[in-house]
């Protein structure tokens, strides 16, 4: 449990940089088969900051 918001928005900040460092290491293992278009479409998608908090929360749910 988080004593404060900054404690908090801390860690979030954390998992997020580490959730993309893992997925950016996963995404570039693999060869995809389709048009670059559609690669770098769904990479740029995976890689908005904005959808970090689901699979942190999930995270976090399992971890409990």
Avoid: C, G, H, Q
Avoid at 13 to 37: G, Q
């Amino acid at each position: 449990m988080y004593n404060t918001k900054r404690e908090f928005e801390r860690d979030l900040n954390k998992k997020s940089k580490e959730f993309t460092k893992n997925l950016k290491k996963t995404i570039n293992k693999r060869r995809f088969d389709a048009p670059n278009v559609i690669v770098e479409a769904v990479k740029y998608s995976l890689f908005a900051d904005s959808k970090r908090i689901r699979p942190i929360l999930t995270l976090e749910v399992a971890r409990a």
